[in-house]
């Protein structure tokens, strides 16, 4: 993981635009948001369903680099005052802390941007076909029908209860869209993979998607914010509806732990080909920030 970690790093580092090219202070928001911080969550799933489908780890490397900076942008935008409004992340002070409001606003939107040039100006699958599919992929799991919207239903949803089916409805599209597509991008890298073993690594990033926000939820009332690096009890304090909300502590755990076994069990068909994936099940849920 450390390794990956590091070559997403390097290569973040080398495909944003550097500090001192005008804009500058954009650019340099910009790569405040995306380097220098973060699990890499979802670079890592790309490189786990990569490596499954026994891909060019140049090729993947792009992909991985493509979702981080759709995570940096929904993060930093999800920060500002208009959203949840919050001061810390990774951390450090939040991207519209350190710079300001209308850099940070700029700097989500220029890395989303970011994101579809590295898809479009690389060669990353076998046939254009399937390239524009994944261009396909990864904006719809952005938008209003994806992330976005799963954020607006999320801003929507502070201080009224919900049931559990529209919980998971909100959390399967604000956080599970975008970890789904860097599964179904970084295996779209590789051999060609029949219709059924696409349908298996969805059903697994969704599970996996679902789990790593049931945890999420967990951490958010039972880690320190100097762990997580982010205001902790945030969601309580807001009055959100969380897992912890519906269920309880225990409760959220023991779901998130089903959610892993059902992770593992969706990737039985490929054997020792999805270990990666399959160890990454465990560490979303098991984690400790
Ligand atoms: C603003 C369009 C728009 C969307 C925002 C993902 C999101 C939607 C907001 C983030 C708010 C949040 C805390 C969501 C809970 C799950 C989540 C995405 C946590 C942060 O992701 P990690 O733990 O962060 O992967 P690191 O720092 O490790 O990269």
Same mark, same amino acid.
């Not at 994944?134 to 952005?142: D, K, N, V």
């Given at each position: 993981?450390? +390794?990956?970690?590091? !070559?997403?790093? *390097? *290569? =973040?580092? !080398?495909? =944003?635009? *550097?500090?001192?090219?005008?804009?500058? %202070?954009?650019?340099?928001?910009?790569?405040?948001? +995306?380097?220098?911080?973060?699990? @890499?969550? !979802?670079?890592?799933?790309?490189?786990?369903?990569?490596? =499954?489908?026994?891909?060019?780890?140049?090729? /993947?490397?792009? /992909?991985?680099? +493509? /979702?981080?900076?759709? &995570?940096?942008?929904?993060?930093? &935008?999800?920060?500002?005052?208009?959203?949840?409004?919050?001061?810390? @992340? %990774?951390? @450090?002070?939040?991207?519209?802390?350190?710079?300001?409001?209308?850099? *940070?606003? #700029?700097?989500?939107?220029? =890395?989303?941007?970011?994101?579809?040039?590295?898809?479009?100006? &690389?060669? #990353?699958?076998?046939?254009?076909?399937?390239?524009?599919?994944?261009?396909?992929?990864?904006?719809?799991?952005?938008?209003? !029908?994806?992330?976005?919207?799963?954020?607006?239903?999320?801003?929507?949803?502070v201080g009224k209860p919900l049931a559990l089916t529209e919980l998971e409805h909100m959390h399967i599209h604000k956080t599970g869209a975008l970890i789904r597509a860097s599964v179904a991008l970084g295996a779209r890298c590789g051999a060609t993979l029949s219709i059924d073993e696409l349908?298996?690594?969805?059903?697994?990033?969704?599970? /996996?998607g679902l789990a790593f926000q049931v945890v999420d939820d967990v951490l958010d009332c039972e880690a320190s914010t100097a762990t997580l690096g982010k205001t902790a009890g945030k969601d309580a304090a807001a009055n959100k509806p969380t897992y912890v909300s519906v269920l309880g502590v225990a409760g959220a755990r023991a779901m998130a732990d089903e959610l892993r076994v059902d992770a593992r069990k969706a990737l039985s068909g490929f054997g020792a080909k999805a270990k990666r994936l399959a160890a990454l099940a465990d560490f979303i849920v098991l984690r400790k920030f």
């Open positions: 993981m450390s +390794a990956i970690q590091a !070559r997403v790093e *390097a *290569a =973040l580092g !080398r495909l =944003l635009p *550097a500090p001192d090219i005008v804009p500058q %202070r954009l650019h340099q928001a910009m790569r405040y948001a +995306a380097l220098g911080g973060g699990k @890499r969550v !979802r670079p890592l799933l790309a490189f786990a369903a990569g490596d =499954l489908a026994t891909a060019d780890a140049s090729r /993947v490397e792009i /992909v991985a680099c +493509a /979702v981080e900076c759709i &995570h940096a942008y929904s993060l930093v &935008h999800d920060d500002l005052p208009c959203m949840d409004d919050d001061v810390l @992340r %990774r951390g @450090r002070p939040t991207c519209h802390v350190e710079y300001d409001e209308a850099t *940070a606003l #700029l700097a989500g939107d220029s =890395l989303q941007a970011v994101a579809f040039q590295l898809l479009a100006e &690389h060669r #990353l699958a076998g046939d254009a076909e399937t390239q524009l599919e994944m261009l396909r992929i990864l904006a719809a799991a952005c938008g209003s !029908r994806g992330m976005a919207g799963g954020q607006a239903i999320d801003l929507a949803s349908g298996q690594l969805d059903r697994y990033a969704k599970l /996996v």
